[in-house]
């Protein structure tokens, strides 16, 4: 048997260089070919920052904004159900009924909004001119037997 190896290596070098350039070319062409021109839109919605608007304190005391307290009314609470007031400084109360028809009511100041339905608001103001603890209610039905009632503080 003759031996293969001085027939063959001259072919298979050649051979092997032209397997290598093929992958050569053939790796470069792919690799330009997966290139896309960098159109990628990295459009990033702009972050806006929403500043809360800083409660403009009242520094002029002859000018003073009514305080107000805005109170949810639902089945059956209300919420907050401890509101404070500042003696002799008007307080205006906003209430919104959650769920049902409600009322507030303050026997002791005179204090009672027209009843409302859900979705509705209704306002009142009072001064507060006697120092003490009340009991604040709605006079709907038996809402404040079941729990539809709070506590003023005046001080
Ligand atoms: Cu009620």
Not at 22 to 29: E, R
Not at 30 to 57: Q, Y
Not at 90 to 104: A, E, Q, R, V
């Amino acid at each position: 048997m003759e031996e293969s190896k001085s027939k063959t290596s001259p072919l298979m070098i050649i051979g092997i260089v032209v397997v290598l350039g093929v992958a050569v070319a053939g790796v470069l062409f792919a690799t330009r070919g997966n290139n896309p021109s960098p159109e990628v839109s990295t459009s990033m919605p702009a972050v806006t920052e929403t500043t809360p608007a800083v409660e403009s304190a009242a520094t002029d005391s002859s000018f003073l904004e009514t305080a107000s307290v805005t109170v949810e009314g639902g089945n059956f609470y209300f919420q907050p159900n401890e509101i404070r007031a500042v003696l002799n400084e008007p307080l205006k109360i906003i209430l919104t009924s959650k769920d049902g028809i409600h009322d507030f009511v303050i026997d002791e100041f005179n204090v009672k909004t027209t009843q409302i339905k859900d979705g509705e608001t209704a306002e009142v103001e009072f001064i507060p001119d006697r120092p003490g603890t009340y009991e604040f209610y709605c006079s709907v039905g038996q809402h404040r037997v079941m729990g539809m009632k709070g506590t003023l503080i005046v001080e």
